[in-house]
């Protein structure tokens, strides 16, 4: 199993920047893919940026440019660096880890944090 813990939500004005942080913990070594994902109020939760082993990354079109994600491996730890950021960026934010275990993909998920961009 792996545990996740987001932190470096808040509060922001549009245009400022903030980084979250993901740490992981557990069976790491099985993690294939990390991720971050974002739920506003009434709307459904959504795929925004995405890192694999091999150190490719992927975006939503939403944050393409503004948006990067990247890996410490050393900390075990994923980062989300948001700049630019717009009221429409407000959401809960989480943390995703897809692992492979023999032909098994476990989801391990992070409690969310909140991140309010005031206009």
């Known amino acids: 199993q792996v545990q996740l813990v987001e932190s470096g939500g808040g509060l922001v004005q549009a245009g400022g920047s903030l980084r979250l942080s993901c740490a992981a913990s557990?069976?790491?070594?099985?993690?294939?893919?990390m991720g971050w994902y974002r739920q506003a109020p009434g709307k459904e939760r959504e795929l925004i940026a995405a890192i694999i082993n091999n150190g490719s990354t992927n975006y939503a079109d939403s944050v393409k440019g503004r948006f990067t994600i990247s890996r410490n491996n050393a900390k075990n730890t994923v980062y989300l660096q948001m700049n630019s950021l717009k009221p429409e960026d407000t959401a809960v934010y989480y943390c995703n880890s897809d692992s492979i275990y023999g032909s098994t993909w476990l989801d391990s998920w992070g409690q969310g944090t909140q991140v309010t961009v005031s206009s």
């Open positions: 557990g069976t790491i070594l099985r993690i294939v893919v």
